[in-house]
T-cell receptor, first 115, second 111 residues
Framework: GAGVSQSPSNKVTEKGKDVELRCDPISGHTALYWYRQSLGQGLEFLIYFQGNSAPDKSGLPSDRFSAERTGGSVSTLTIQRTQQEDSAVYLCASSYLAGGSYEQYFGPGTRLTVT | KQEVTQIPAALSVPEGENLVLNCSFT??????LQWFRQDPGKGLTSLLLIQSSQREQTSGRLNASLDKSSGRSTLYIAASQPGDSATYLCAVGTGANNLFFGTGTRLTVIP
């Protein structure tokens, strides 16, 4: 079956512009996660959605970052007024929580470059 | 906050050698531990998932062990191949929410 997909695969934007990154999770997966991988650093958790519950936004680095998940499926991560330090690979993952496995499946990522 | 450390940061071995990658974590109250592989410019591929109640998992030439009480996991790769060259990431899950990742071990298998 289809895995997690993300678009665009690459995005170059000018400092100060807004960007939207999209994630399509695996069909039937109820949980969706966003992570950020900066050059030379580990993966950093950003936000977690589970069903209709309020998202866990504890990892968002500033109020310029927001995310939504429509209809319990597709998610969009929005970064407003982008800064050069936002340059990173943004990874999305999804998980099927029933059965207690919680195994996360990752998409290929979106490489964001802020110039 | 859970902290995950992977040693070594980089490893280079000749083809055919068996090798062990190490992962340690500071809080033993984990739900599961996942090992991933990341190829340059690519996303993460899940290799093995160990639940907190398990001691090890095996898939082909890969074997992952978990010692929760000491906060350690190892990934054993048997008979390494050049195609195994990648960065290997260890991630600790504390429930349904986020994973805590180590910074990875970059493995190079020399033909």
């Amino acid at each position: 079956g289809a895995g997690v997909s993300q678009s665009p695969s690459n995005k170059v934007t000018e400092k100060g512009k807004d960007v939207e990154l999209r994630c399509d999770p695996i069909s039937g997966h109820t949980a969706l996660y966003w992570y950020r991988q900066s050059l030379g650093q580990g993966l950093e958790f950003l936000i977690y959605f589970q069903g209709n519950s309020a998202p866990d936004k504890s990892g968002l680095p500033s109020d310029r970052f927001s995310a939504e998940r429509t209809g319990g499926s597709v998610s969009t991560l929005t970064i407003q007024r982008t800064q050069q330090e936002d340059s990173a690979v943004y990874l999305c993952a999804s998980s099927y929580l029933a059965g207690g496995s919680y195994e996360q499946y990752f998409g290929p990522g979106t490489r964001l470059t802020v110039t | 906050k859970q902290e995950v450390t992977q040693i070594p940061a980089a490893l280079s071995v000749p083809e055919g050698e068996n090798l062990v990658l190490n992962c340690s974590f500071t809080d033993s109250a984990i739900y599961n531990l996942q090992w991933f592989r990341q190829d340059p410019g690519k996303g993460l591929t899940s290799l093995l998932l160990i639940q907190s109640s398990q001691r090890e998992q095996t898939s082909g030439r890969l074997n992952a062990s978990l010692d929760k009480s000491s906060g350690r996991s190892t990934l054993y790769i048997a008979a390494s191949q050049p195609g195994d060259s990648a960065t290997y990431l260890c991630a600790v899950g504390t429930g349904a929410n986020n994973l805590f990742f180590g910074t990875g071990t970059r493995l190079t298998v020399i033909p």
